[in-house]
């Protein structure tokens, strides 16, 4: 099994628009997939590539061209700072889980094998799935399996983890899929459990909050005519995405100057989403859930900001 196979590839790649001589950056390297495709296409320039789990440093490609930083991409602007670039003229986020991560059953990612209820990107964090598990309340349980897992019954399934933690606390994978079994609908189970299992890792990893700095930094980093392109894969992060690219705010609500100028600081490339063709899901199924948005960097943002 590879490290990861990236999702719509050459679709992302040509969303950026390479030109000669500029500066990228893949805000998510994983196994290399995006960068390497960057590379093969750029001529001269500089790829600076992040990633905050140390495992994917193992696959970083020996090219002159490429800065690979043990980071999560939430410090984009203090890292492309430091190391002397004060725009870029693309970002690429592709902010799904690797394949190395899922199957790597000591991560605890996955609910298909058993293991630790970890979920950490980064290993060095404090927080695990099992910290969210054993101390969250009920309230909160059920607010994430909602929010970020789209689970209808996040009530009782919140009441069951808590009842079921009283007795003994829940460590391992398995553990808490026996306590979500009641509530498995039928020939949907693997579903629920990729839901429950996703509303967790993004708590553990405050992935909706770092995916908002990136957002805010690559509008602050972007040279003009820059693009921006973002692969999401549950309907919260998408969301941010969409609304950000429509109008630079979370909320949708685009702003105005003085005059009725509106003050979104950039343009769509895509019409909604893309999503991946036929023959990519048949390949990789777990590109299915794949969306693509492609925005640019107006040219007269700045300006009218001022």
Same mark, same amino acid.
């Given at each position: *099994?590879?490290?990861?196979?990236?999702?719509?590839?050459?679709?992302?790649?040509?969303?950026?628009?390479?030109?000669?001589?500029?500066?990228?950056?893949?805000?998510?390297?994983?196994?290399?997939?995006?960068?390497?495709?960057? /590379?093969?296409?750029?001529?001269?320039?500089?790829?600076?590539?992040? &990633? $905050?789990?140390?495992?994917?440093?193992?696959?970083?490609?020996?090219?002159?061209?490429?800065?690979?930083?043990?980071?999560?991409?939430?410090?984009?602007?203090?890292?492309?700072?430091?190391?002397?670039?004060?725009?870029?003229?693309?970002?690429?986020?592709?902010?799904?889980?690797?394949?190395?991560?899922?199957?790597?059953?000591?991560?605890?990612?996955?609910?298909?094998?058993?293991?630790?209820?970890?979920?950490? *990107?980064?290993?060095?964090?404090?927080? =695990?799935? @099992?910290?969210?598990?054993?101390?969250?309340?009920?309230?909160?349980?059920?607010?994430?399996?909602?929010?970020?897992? &789209?689970?209808?019954?996040?009530?009782?399934?919140?009441?069951?983890?808590?009842?079921?933690? =009283?007795?003994?606390?829940?460590?391992?994978?398995?553990? /808490?899929?026996?306590?979500?079994?009641?509530?498995?609908?039928?020939?949907?189970?693997?579903?629920?459990?990729?839901?429950?299992? $996703?509303?967790?890792?993004?708590?553990?990893?405050?992935?909706?909050?770092?995916?908002?700095?990136?957002?805010?930094?690559?509008?602050?980093?972007?040279?003009?005519?820059?693009?921006?392109?973002?692969?999401?894969?549950? @309907?919260?992060?998408?969301?941010?995405?969409?609304?950000? *690219?429509?109008?630079?705010?979370?909320?949708?609500?685009?702003?105005?100057?003085?005059?009725?100028?509106?003050?979104?600081?950039?343009? @769509?490339?895509?019409?909604?989403?893309?999503?991946?063709?036929?023959?990519?899901?048949?390949?990789?199924?777990?590109?299915?859930?794949?969306?693509?948005?492609?925005?640019?960097?107006?040219?007269?943002?700045?300006?009218?900001?001022?």
């Amino acid at each position: *099994m590879s490290y990861h196979l990236p999702a719509m590839l050459n679709a992302a790649v040509d969303g950026l628009r390479l030109r000669p001589g500029g500066v990228y950056v893949d805000a998510t390297y994983g196994g290399g997939g995006h960068s390497g495709e960057i /590379l093969n296409r750029l001529e001269g320039g500089r790829l600076i590539a992040f &990633d $905050q789990d140390s495992d994917a440093l193992e696959n970083a490609t020996a090219d002159p061209r490429l800065i690979l930083l043990n980071q999560n991409f939430r410090f984009l602007r203090n890292n492309l700072l430091y190391h002397g670039f004060k725009e870029v003229n693309g970002i690429l986020a592709d902010l799904g889980v690797s394949f190395h991560q899922f199957d790597t059953m000591s991560r605890g990612f996955s609910f298909r094998g058993e293991g630790p209820l970890d979920m950490r *990107m980064n290993r060095e964090s404090d927080i =695990k799935a @099992s910290d969210i598990v054993n101390n969250y309340s009920e309230e909160q349980l059920a607010s994430l399996f909602y929010r970020y897992g &789209d689970i209808r019954c996040a009530r009782p399934l919140a009441a069951a983890v808590v009842s079921a933690r =009283k007795q003994a606390p829940l460590t391992t994978v398995s553990q /808490l899929v026996r306590v979500a079994t009641p509530f498995l609908p039928q020939r949907r189970e693997s579903k629920f459990l990729a839901q429950m299992f $996703q509303a967790i890792r993004i708590e553990v990893n405050r992935e909706l909050d770092a995916l908002t700095d990136l957002l805010e930094q690559a509008c602050e980093m972007l040279a003009e005519g820059g693009r921006l392109v973002v692969i999401t894969y549950h @309907s919260a992060e998408d969301r941010l995405v969409k609304n950000f *690219m429509r109008s630079g705010t979370f909320d949708g609500v685009v702003k105005t100057d003085f005059y009725g100028n509106r003050l979104a600081p950039f343009r @769509s490339v895509t019409r909604g989403a893309l999503r991946p063709e036929s023959d990519e899901v048949a390949a990789n199924p777990r590109s299915r859930s794949a969306r693509m948005r492609i925005a640019e960097k107006r040219s007269d943002y700045e300006k009218r900001e001022a």
